[in-house]
């Protein structure tokens, strides 16, 4: 991704999570980008964890873009892992994370409504639906037409071996922090494969660009929404489905993900700050395909990601009033 700004360095939460995540794009506090809008100090400063894949991205400058152009509200940015993004509503270096998947384990320890310490709440959903699961490229569908149903999986797990898995099959996830059961599903359904982190997001959709145009095996993690998917139409294999009441997380699933409704959690003390942006991220929704055009603009079109928010805005902005209540 190209980058325009420099980046300073985060100092306390830093030297707390570097030393115990990792993973491409966003293991730790790596950098923050900061544009100060005309006006700021009216609205204050709008610290916006970017999580690290381009579907979150685009929510985050979306947003962000709009609170310092129309609300006069200096935003910073912080590439952050999931994980550690959390971690910094209670010291005040974090005030959004706008695109969540699920971590029931980080609601127990943060949010009140679920028991934690009260330094998050809830802000409600997005409008994106997510959908987690295995996927594989369109022309192993063709060749092998049964190879979709995980009952199969063993059958095929040759074809998946790589120097990383041994004798066992490879299914590719991708940063170490995104959400995934893929170990305990590989054990708990008996199947012969390893688990092997491609490293980020960029790096699962490089495997499937390459496996499609070259007609070679790829098993991967992946989800929707993605704009990926528009160009290669990845099928996703149909594991056991998730029930109401089965284990989302832990050594004891044995499904495939639940749906994923996305939503917002913010700093409880920035939420209750006055701050006008506040309205702003509450009313925020969208869509999947909103989403997904302006990832595309930022990955694809390789366009800055202030700039593919901006032209997304300038033509919607119909639904920036509604997000402004105006």
């Given at each position: 991704m190209?980058?325009?700004?420099?980046?300073a360095?985060l100092?306390?939460?830093v030297?707390?999570?570097?030393t115990?995540l990792?993973?491409?794009?966003g293991?730790d506090?790596?950098?923050?980008d900061?544009?100060?809008?005309a006006?700021?100090?009216?609205?204050?400063?709008?610290n916006m964890?970017?999580?690290?894949?381009?579907?979150y991205?685009?929510?985050?400058?979306?947003?962000?873009?709009?609170?310092e152009?129309?609300?006069g509200?200096t935003?910073?940015?912080?590439?952050?892992d999931e994980q550690?993004?959390?971690k910094g509503f209670g010291?005040g270096?974090?005030d959004?994370v706008?695109e969540?998947?699920?971590?029931?384990e980080?609601?127990?320890k943060?949010?009140?409504?679920?028991?934690?310490?009260?330094?998050?709440?809830?802000?409600?959903l997005?409008?994106n639906n997510?959908?987690?699961?295995w996927?594989?490229?369109p022309?192993?569908?063709?060749k092998y037409?049964?190879?979709?149903?995980?009952k199969?999986?063993?059958?095929?797990?040759?074809l998946?071996?790589?120097?990383e898995?041994?004798d066992?099959?490879?299914?590719?996830?991708?940063?170490p922090g995104?959400v995934?059961?893929?170990a305990a599903?590989i054990?708990n359904?008996?199947?012969?494969?390893?688990?092997?982190?491609?490293?980020?997001?960029?790096?699962?959709?490089?495997?499937f660009?390459s496996?499609e145009?070259?007609?070679?095996?790829?098993?991967?993690y992946f989800y929707?929404?993605?704009?990926?998917?528009a160009e290669?139409?990845?099928?996703?294999i149909?594991l056991?489905?998730?029930?109401e009441?089965?284990?989302?997380?832990?050594p004891?699933?044995?499904t495939?993900?639940?749906?994923?409704p996305l939503?917002?959690?913010?700093?409880?003390d920035?939420w209750?700050?006055g701050?006008p942006?506040v309205?702003?991220?509450?009313?925020?929704?969208?869509?999947n395909?909103?989403?997904?055009?302006?990832?595309?603009?930022?990955?694809?079109?390789?366009?800055?990601?202030?700039?593919?928010?901006?032209?997304?805005?300038a033509?919607n902005q119909?639904a920036?009033?509604?997000?402004?209540?105006?």
């Open positions: 190209k980058r325009k700004r420099t980046y360095v100092g306390a939460l030297l707390s999570a570097a115990v990792s993973g491409c794009g293991g506090i790596e950098d923050t900061s544009d100060a809008a006006g700021g100090e009216d609205c204050g400063t709008l964890a970017i999580n690290p894949w381009v579907g991205e685009a929510n985050a400058y979306v947003v962000g873009r709009v609170a152009t129309q609300l509200c935003v910073e940015y912080k590439r952050l550690v993004s959390w010291s270096e974090v959004v706008i969540n998947w699920g971590h029931p980080l609601g127990s943060y949010l009140a409504s679920a028991g934690g310490d009260g330094t998050a709440t809830d802000a409600g997005t409008g997510g959908v987690i699961g996927y594989l490229p022309w192993m569908v063709e037409p049964d190879i979709t149903d995980w199969n999986l063993n059958k095929y797990s040759d998946f071996k790589t120097s898995s041994g066992k099959g490879t299914l590719y996830d991708g940063d995104f995934t059961n893929d599903i054990e359904l008996d199947l012969n494969y390893e688990v092997v982190y491609a490293g980020s997001e960029t790096a699962l959709i490089e495997g660009r496996a145009e070259n007609k070679t095996p790829y098993l991967g929707a929404p993605q704009w990926f998917l290669v139409p990845l099928v996703k149909d056991p489905p998730w029930k009441g089965d284990p989302v997380e832990g004891d699933v044995a495939d993900y639940p749906p994923y939503n917002k959690v913010v700093s409880t920035w209750e700050s701050s942006a309205d702003l991220v509450k009313n925020f929704e969208w869509t395909d909103d989403q997904n055009l302006v990832a595309k603009y930022i990955a694809e079109d390789k366009m800055d990601p202030e700039d593919a928010a901006d032209k997304w805005i033509d119909e920036v009033d509604a997000w402004l209540g105006n």
